[in-house]
C-alpha cells in the first residue's frame, strides 16, 4: 500500500517536471521569435529610417549663408603663385604650323615655291591676308634689293618684320594710375565663353601678389553662373566681390563696386560685362553706359581690355572690331594660346586695330597668364624644333 502511494507519487513529481520542461521551451520559442522571423518585421521595417532621410541632410546642407557673409571674406588668404608657363612650353599649335615652311626656307634658294609655301604658312596661322600681303610685299621688296638672298636671310626678315609690327602699337604695360580714393578700374569685354571671367580670376590673384588690394565686380549678369564662377574666383584669390541677381543692371553692379572699392581703400576694381543682354538694350549703348558709369568719380577707367579667344582665328577679328567701335579699347588679352590655336591672330589683331595685345592666356590654371612677349612670340612662331 505505502509501495503504492510512493510509486503514485513520483509519477505525478515526473509528469510535474515534464510538463515544466514543455511549458518553458514554449516560452522561449514565443521571445524569440520576434528577432527571429516574421510577423513582427513588416511592422518594425517602416519605423526603421529610410537611408536617404538619416539626419545626414542638415548637416550636408547647412544654413545659405547670407551673400554679404560670403561676398566679404574675413582673412582673404590667397593660393601661393606658381611659376609661369613659358611660351615655349605652350605654343604647340603655334609651332607646328609654320616649322614646314621655315625647314624649306633654311633649305636655300628664293624661288616661286618659296613665297606660295610662306604665305600658305602665314594664312594658315591666321595672320590673314591683308596682313600676309603686307609682310610679303615687303620681303619682296627686300630681295629685291639684294637685301635679301637666301632663305635664312628671309627668315630673319620676317622675323624682323612681325617683330616691328607687333612693336609698333604701344606700350603693352597695364595702366595703374594708382591715386589715392579714386581706384582703378580694368573693364572686361568680348563675347561669352571667350574667358572673361577666368581671365579676371588670374588677373586678381597676379594684382593681389602684386600687393594690390582688389575688388570684383560681377557685370556679367547675362547668366547666374557667370558671377558664381566669379565669386569662386574671389574666394580662391581672397579677393573681395559685388555681384547681383541675374538680370540686374550692369551698370548698377559697376557702382557699387566702385563705391565700395572707394570706401574700403580698394587699389583696383576688376570688372565682367556680359557679351550678351537680356534686355533688347544696344550692347554697344550697354558697354558705353558701363565705361561711363565706372569712370564716374571717384572711379578711374585705365584699362578697357578686349578678351578674345585665339582658337576662333579670324571670326576674332570681325568681333574685335565691333567692340573696339563700341568703347575704346585698350588692350587685348588673347586666350586659349595653349590649345589648336594658331597665333597669327596676335598679328592681324595688332595690324588692323592698332591695339597692343597686353596678356595671353596659356592654359585654365590660375597662373596661366603672361604678359605678350613678342619676342618669345616670333621665337616660337619660327622654330622649327
Ligand atoms: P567668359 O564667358 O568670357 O567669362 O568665359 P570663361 O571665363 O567662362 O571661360 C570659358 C572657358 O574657357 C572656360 O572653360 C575656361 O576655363 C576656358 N579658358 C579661359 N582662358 C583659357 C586659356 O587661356 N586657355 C585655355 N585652354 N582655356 C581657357
Known amino acids: 500500500m505505502i509501495g503504492t502511494l510512493i510509486i503514485i507519487v513520483v509519477a505525478v513529481a515526473v509528469l510535474a517536471v515534464a510538463l515544466g520542461g514543455i ?6 520559442r514565443r521571445s524569440g521569435g520576434a528577432t527571429a522571423a516574421p510577423p513582427s518585421a513588416p511592422t518594425t521595417a517602416p519605423t526603421k529610417p529610410p537611408p536617404q532621410a538619416t539626419p545626414a541632410a542638415p548637416v550636408a546642407t547647412p544654413p545659405a549663408t547670407p551673400p554679404a557673409e560670403r561676398e566679404a571674406p574675413a582673412e582673404p588668404e590667397a593660393e601661393p603663385l606658381g611659376a609661369p608657363p613659358s611660351y615655349r612650353s605652350r605654343l604647340g599649335g603655334v609651332r607646328g604650323l609654320f616649322s614646314g615652311a621655315v625647314a624649306a626656307l633654311r ?6 615655291t618659296t613665297w606660295e609655301s610662306l604665305e600658305e604658312a602665314l594664312i594658315r596661322a591666321d595672320v590673314g591676308v591683308t596682313t600676309t600681303g603686307v609682310l610679303l610685299d615687303e620681303l ?3 630681295v629685291q634689293t639684294k637685301e635679301i638672298s637666301g632663305g635664312d636671310d628671309l627668315l630673319q626678315a620676317l622675323g624682323t618684320s612681325i617683330r616691328q609690327l607687333l612693336d609698333s602699337v604701344g606700350s603693352r604695360a597695364l595702366r595703374f594710375d594708382g591715386r589715392a580714393d579714386h581706384p ?3 573693364l572686361f569685354v568680348g563675347v561669352n565663353g571667350v574667358g572673361k571671367t577666368t ?3 588670374k588677373l586678381a590673384r597676379r594684382q593681389s601678389a602684386a600687393g594690390q588690394s582688389v575688388l570684383l565686380a560681377a557685370g ?3 547668366r547666374a553662373a557667370a558671377a558664381d564662377q566669379l565669386a569662386m574666383w574671389a574666394e580662391r584669390t581672397g579677393t573681395d566681390i559685388v555681384r547681383g541677381a541675374e538680370g540686374a543692371d550692369p551698370s548698377a553692379i559697376v557702382f557699387d563696386a566702385v563705391q565700395r572699392a572707394a570706401a574700403r581703400k580698394n587699389d583696383l576694381v576688376l570688372a565682367d560685362t556680359a557679351g550678351r543682354l537680356h534686355t533688347k538694350v544696344n550692347l554697344v549703348e550697354e558697354l558705353k553706359k558701363i565705361r561711363r558709369i565706372a569712370d564716374r568719380d571717384p572711379g578711374n577707367v585705365t584699362e578697357v581690355l578686349l578678351v578674345l579667344d585665339a ?3 579670324q571670326n576674332g577679328l570681325t568681333q574685335a572690331r565691333q567692340f573696339a567701335d563700341a568703347v575704346d579699347v585698350t588692350g587685348v588679352v588673347l586666350t586659349k594660346l595653349d590649345g589648336t590655336a594658331k597665333g597669327g591672330i596676335v598679328i592681324a589683331v595688332e595690324r588692323e586695330l592698332f591695339v597692343p595685345v597686353k596678356l595671353v592666356g596659356l592654359g585654365e590654371g590660375p597662373d596661366d597668364l603672361v604678359d605678350f612677349d613678342s619676342e618669345a612670340f616670333v621665337d616660337a612662331l619660327l622654330a622649327v624644333d
Open 220 to 222: 556679367d549678369t547675362f
Open 184 to 186: 582703378d578700374v580694368w
Open 107 to 112: 633649305a636655300g634658294r628664293i624661288d616661286e
Open 23 to 28: 511549458a518553458l521551451t514554449r516560452s522561449r
Open 199 to 201: 581671365t579676371i580670376g
Open 311 to 313: 582658337t576662333t582665328g
Open 140 to 142: 619682296r621688296a627686300k
